[in-house]
Each structure stands twice: as C-alpha cells, then as structure tokens.
C-alpha cells in the first residue's frame, strides 16, 4: 500500500488523538462547553442567574425534596427563545413552601413551611390561584422540586448554580486568553522581528510587568476600573499577556534567520506581511500549547478574586464566589456546598492543562510520526 503523506496538521490531530489525557481532557472542555450554551435550558432553576431564593429551606443536602404552591406572578413579561438562552427567564410564579394542604370550599388552605418542627396556616382563595378556572387546574399549581445537590444558605438550587457558574468560568478564560493572545503575538512578534530599541522598550514593560506581583496587579487594576463582570474579563488577561510575549519573540527571533524569511525579504515584500503570513502560522503549534495554559491560569485566577469579593459579583454565580458563600459549612455537615465548586475548578483545569500537554506533544516536530 503506498504511504500517506500527512500535512504537519494532520500529523498533529493523528498524536493527539492517541493521547488519552488530552482526549479526557477534550472531552471534559466539549462538556463545559455544552453546558456553558446550553446552561438555562438544563437547569432545574432556569431564572437569572439562577438566583430563585427560598429562605425557609437553606442549606439542604443532596437529595432534598420540597413541596410547594406556585402562586401567579403577573408582574413577569415574557421572553423569547433566544433571551432565555442567554440570561434565563423569570418565573411566572413565586414558590411558596408548604408542608400539607386541603381545599374547603373555594379555598386552598396551607401549612407554610418555616422549619422542620414549624408551620404557618394561611388561606388563599382558588379562584385568584387558578383565574377562576376548575379545581383540577389547581394541582397543576402544586408541585414538588427535588434538589440534586441540595440549596446554599439562601435556599437557592445548588446545581443549577453551579450549571450557570460554568459559563463565567470559560468566558472569563476565553476573553482572557484572546486579550493576552492579541497583546502578547503583537508585541512579541514586533520586539522579535525588529530588534533594536523596540526589542528594548518591548522587553522593558514585559519585565517591569513581570516584576509586579500578580495579586497586587489585579488589585490595581479592579480599583480603576472597578467590581463587576466585564471588568474581570480585563483584569485577568492584562495579567497573562506577558508570558505570551516572551514566547512569541523568542520563536520570532528563530525564524527570521531562517532562509523562507530571508527569500521573502529579497523579494521585496513588506514586514508585516512576512511576519502575519510567513512567520505567525510556524509558530502556531507553541501559541496553542500557552494559550491552553493561559486559560487554565484565568478560571483559577478568576475563581480567587470571586472568593476574595473583588470578582463576579453577587447574585451572578461564579465557582470562586460559590466557595466564599458556603465555606462556612465545611466544618458542618454540608461541606459539600463548598467541595464541589472546588472541585469543578480542579477538574477543568485539570482538562486544559492535560490538553495543553497533549497540544505540546502533538506539535513537537521532533516526535515520531505514525
């Protein structure tokens, strides 16, 4: 059978594919990425930011169930598809918590729940429940929740939570990665190519960044531009471009000697089309390998400002900020609402350092190939 003959891409995807902790770990990113999408649609919780709160039962375990009377809520307007996709629905409901019910006459009579040992009796007329529709309409209005892994102290639905707390994890490391990305190939690849006092100044600001330390860096920066979403967005990448730079212009300085770049000079064409065209798509292989490793760094870095409160701010759900909320209960029976965000945080990054290590065999021109 005569041989194939692989592109160095084909070559690429061929050893990577036989490495099984980057597969895991692809697999484990593909599944956080679904869930990110799609996080409002499989949630039990499907309101803003999941933050449907229920104080009577906070601090439930695993497994918890709850009856409640869905009372109308007019005051909602509706939605469309593609809204609640993006930032969830609220309820046409609030949820009241109750422990028995009867129906007298055309009145529900319930026991609200307050505790395990304490209930309030009070009455609503079935009319204004159901819009003056039959009785049986009413049940409809009767639902019990189960909570899979169980609510915070404020009563909320814990996994749906920590569904909707994916999609601020890879955002924030998605933005991140593409802001230290741009700010690190272009300044690298300019003190790379051109040397002289550009290589200088360039190297200049990487080392006086570097020497900052990271935390006191992030501090200065969230106090300009404040607390909040976005803003974590260009805390985390202006504190990750450094290290990209670094690597850029050593590859650049590489490659420019070499004699593709050399011919393209003689030929007469312009710098920035020999570094965009002939050198940046040589070095792709190393700016995939960081920028796996640049996006485990920013779920982690984001996860320790949402903890120290000056990250994702409540009530939007963030792994970090979900630890700050329950590490109280660690030394409790309910440690569970603080290990398992941690344990989220372990395991994605855990997936992107494992792909990152595949990426880095994979695009080693010196590995054998199959």
Known sequence: MPQQNFSFSQQAWQRLKKNKGALFGLLIIGLAVFISLFGYLVAPDASPNADLQTVEIQAKSPGYTQLFLKIPDRKNNPV????????????????????????????????????????????????????????????????????????DKFGRDFLSRLIIGTKVSLAVGLIAVLISLTLGIILGALAGYYRGWVDEVIMWLVNVTWSIPTLLLVFAITMALGKGFWQIFIVVGLTMWVSVARLIR???????????????????????????????????????????????TAIIIEAGLSFLGIGVQPPQPSWGLMIKENYNFIITHHAILALVPGLAIMVLVLAFNLLGNGLRDAVDVKAPSS
């Open 80 to 151: 469309g598809w593609f809204t609640k996709l993006i930032s969830g629905r609220a309820e046409d409901y609030r949820y009241l918590p109750i422990s028995k019910y009867h129906i007298q006459a055309d009145s529900l009579i319930v026991n609200k729940y307050v505790d395990e040992d304490t209930s309030v009796v009070q009455i609503y007329s079935i009319n204004q429940l159901t819009n003056h529709q039959p009785n049986t309409v009413l049940l409809q209005n009767i639902v019990t929740k189960k909570y899979y892994l169980g609510t």
């Open 250 to 296: 050593g590859q650049v300085l590489a490659l420019k000697e070499l004699e593709y770049v050399q011919a393209a000079k003689a030929l007469g064409l312009g710098d920035s089309r020999i570094i965009i065209k002939h050198i940046l798509p040589n070095i792709l292989g190393p700016v995939l390998v960081i920028a796996a490793s640049n996006f485990a």
